[in-house]
T-cell receptor
Framework: RKEVEQDPGPFNVPEGATVAFNCTYSNSASQSFFWYRQDCRKEPKLLMSVYSSGNEDGRFTAQLNRASQYISLLIRDSKLSDSATYLCVVNTNRDDKIIFGKGTRLHILP | GAGVSQTPSNKVTEKGKYVELRCDPI?????LYWYRQSLGQGPEFLIYFQGTGAADDSGLPNDRFFAVRPEGSVSTLKIQRTERGDSAVYLC????????????FGPGTRLTVL
């Protein structure tokens, strides 16, 4: 099993719809989790951290399920500008190993 | 405030040559990371510095790759005897502590080995 796995997509979603995708991780010792957004030919940008209690930032909601070892990202009322690749990041703080998933491509359709 | 900067933004070199890629992290960030990213892939971890020391270099693909951070700020990634397979975008990121709070990336250096 890969350390961090994501569905590569692409997810083609009409504007205004809700979309969600998951990321699974294999190391149960993982402690920090993040979602990054990467636009084409740009560097990744931190979107949000993922906390055990879940967190929400505007239209974006991130959740962590430790028992099943996955994190999720939900985007409500999607905008054309949400089109990007979303990268899942897992950090095992004990050894500072940070692993990126390969990303999920999202296309919001007008 | 200034973010992470990387130079050069693009580097084209010939097979067998030596290249140096530079990263200036955000001021005050003690942790610095190097990644490389190929088209359609997520960033691949290369090496991580905490201060001046390489805390984890397990991602360096072979001994042609080396990185330094002599004063705990600027870092240089050095690639000897470049090969065509080294062509990728090399990303640098920094964070206040070891990944806690997330990392902030520079714009990357696009390396092309002909």
């Amino acid at each position: 099993r890969k350390e961090v796995e994501q569905d590569p997509g692409p997810f083609n979603v009409p504007e205004g719809a809700t979309v969600a995708f998951n990321c699974t991780y294999s190391n149960s010792a993982s402690q920090s989790f993040f979602w990054y957004r990467q636009d084409c030919r740009k560097e990744p940008k931190l979107l949000m951290s993922v906390y055990s209690s879940g967190n929400e930032d505007g239209r974006f909601t991130a959740q962590l399920n430790r028992a099943s070892q996955y994190i999720s990202l939900l985007i409500r009322d999607s905008k054309l500008s949400d089109s990007a690749t979303y990268l899942c990041v897992v950090n095992t703080n004990r050894d500072d190993k940070i692993i990126f998933g390969k990303g999920t491509r999202l296309h919001i359709l007008p | 405030g200034a973010g992470v900067s990387q130079t050069p933004s693009n580097k084209v070199t010939e097979k067998g040559k030596y290249v140096e890629l530079r990263c200036d992290p955000i001021s005050g960030h003690t942790a610095l990371y190097w990644y490389r990213q190929s088209l359609g892939q997520g960033p691949e971890f290369l090496i991580y510095f905490q201060g001046t020391g390489a805390a984890d270099d397990s991602g360096l693909p072979n001994d042609r790759f080396f990185a330094v951070r002599p004063e705990g700020s600027v870092s240089t990634l050095k690639i000897q005897r470049t090969e065509r397979g080294d062509s990728a975008v090399y990303l640098c990121a920094s964070s206040q502590q070891s990944g806690i709070g997330g990392q902030f990336f520079g714009p990357g250096t696009r390396l092309t080995v002909l």
